[in-house]
């Protein structure tokens, strides 16, 4: 089944301690996207991904790391969470040229 | 001011119902994707439109670039179109970056 994974679905952590949200495709998709949906202010994009080892920021990119190593894997990283990054956070794919973009389930974060 | 303005923020219908969502644009938004979220959370993309109009079904969306609008009509609704429809724009000149409306919640009740 075509689909993009994310894990953990749930965090609950604390101030400074580093986590990562892993995201994975089976679709062989170029592109890749991370976004944070907050109540109020809705999807914005944190970073992307055009290829491997090709990524560029978004319109929120300050505090979040990402990589692409492979194809199929996106991580997102944040390396000393704060509160203000508790949110619902969605990773995304598409083939190159195509616009119809795959979401995962989202990962729904806590920061104390 | 957004890139991207969606109206109504929320909007409840009678099962079989025309309804209508818009978008308004501002000037650097090549074209325009929606999308429907689902209660659970999920996110489903419905059309990616630059020009004119397309029909998926019960869904159909179209786009005027001359007055940087787009709406999306869903004709004979049922309950189960009740979601959060939100529209995005993918910034001329990028194929990659999105902005995105803060999204309409409909409710269709039976």
């Known amino acids: 089944e075509a689909q993009v994974t994310q894990n953990p679905r749930y965090l609950i952590t604390v101030t400074g301690k580093k986590l990562t949200v892993t995201c994975s495709q089976n679709?062989?998709?170029?592109?890749m996207s991370w976004y944070r949906q907050d109540p109020g202010l809705g999807l914005r994009q944190i970073y992307y991904?055009?290829?491997?080892?090709?990524?560029d920021k978004g319109d929120v990119p300050e505090g979040y790391k990402v990589s692409r190593k492979e194809k199929r894997n996106f991580p997102l990283i944040l390396e000393s969470p704060s509160p203000n990054q508790t949110s619902l956070y969605f990773c995304?794919?598409?083939?190159?040229?195509?616009?119809?973009?795959?979401f995962g389930p989202g990962t729904r974060l806590l920061v104390l | 001011k957004n890139e991207v303005e969606q109206s109504p923020q929320n909007l409840t219908a009678q099962e079989g119902e025309f309804i209508t969502i818009n978008c308004s644009y501002s000037?650097?938004?090549?074209?325009l994707h929606w999308l429907q979220q689902h209660p659970g959370g999920g996110i489903v993309s419905l059309f990616m439109?630059?020009?004119g109009k397309k029909k998926h079904g019960r869904l159909i969306a179209t786009i005027n670039i001359q007055e940087k609008h787009s709406s999306l009509h869903i004709t004979a609704s049922h309950p189960r179109d009740s979601a959060v429809y939100i529209c995005?724009?993918?910034?001329?000149?990028?194929?990659?970056?999105?902005?995105f409306g803060k999204g309409t919640l409909l409710t269709v009740n039976p």
């Open positions: 995304a794919s598409r083939r190159t040229g195509l616009e119809t973009q795959y």
């Open positions: 439109l630059s020009s």
């Open positions: 679709m062989n998709h170029e592109y």
């Open positions: 991904s055009m290829n491997v080892e090709v990524t």
């Open positions: 000037v650097g938004i090549s074209a």
């Open positions: 995005a724009g993918k910034r001329g000149g990028s194929n990659y970056k999105l902005t």
